[in-house]
């Protein structure tokens, strides 16, 4: 599948895994306007491509990310210059847009996983917050940063971290924006490993990788639905919904094959899923 050619980020490819390193290292990969129409549009052409199985996302540099650029955005200040309720109106579609980028990663039917070293502040623990799996090198920090400007999170963090963490813990962060260390988010289950240094984090998030994609892919994707369905549902309606899931979506093919492949001590080949576009 052809992709187009983004500027924010490098695409690399191994195999089923495709790794997308934000590549702005002099600002940190400070989240510039290219970054939020490229994620979004690149997650989406992923998606349609059958052969994908599982995704990275890392940065270049120091840094994972210092988060969103705020002079990229100096023009969102000319929207109050309007009236009063258009520019509130306005203000509300920008941000609806910032979101729809990091959906975009929930939307794919495979797992991404978030490779984090150094600085991961503001929007980019919204974005590790979309990402289905987190792993983090030593050196790592995140912060909640947008109450030091004056504002509340509003693309993501607010609403997925009290999901993943405690939210007493979720609370404190957003509320002082102090920052908590990589063995504090491993403690407090925000990333599942700690690893030495960036080059041990790309190895670690590399090996998960392939290991992903070694499995069923539609096993793989009914999983990823139904975790988010579960996040946001009762307990009742999650279990109503994988029954139904697998109702519809459990075939013999890929059980047999991975029977036969662990009787055999072999890994299974499984088909990619099929796309209608």
Known sequence: MSMTTPSFFRFERDGAVVHLVMNRPERSNAMSADFWTELPRLMAELGRDPSVRCAIISGEGRNFTGGMDLSAFADIAKLFDSEPGRAAYAMREVILDLQNAFNAIERVPFPVIAAIHGACIGAGVDLITACDMRIASADAYFAVEEIHIGMAADVGTLQRLPKLIAP??????????????????????????????????????????????????LAIAGIKRNLAYARDHSVADGLDYIATWNGGMLRAGDLMAAVQ???AKQAAAFPDLLRST
């Open 168 to 217: 007493a813990v979720a609370a404190e962060l957003a509320y002082t924006g102090r920052r908590a260390s990589a063995e504090e988010a491993k403690g407090f289950g925000l990333v599942s490993a700690v690893h030495a240094d960036r080059d041990a984090v790309s190895v670690a998030a590399f090996e998960l990788a392939r290991a992903v994609a070694e499995k069923s892919p």
């Open 261 to 263: 492949a662990k009787m």
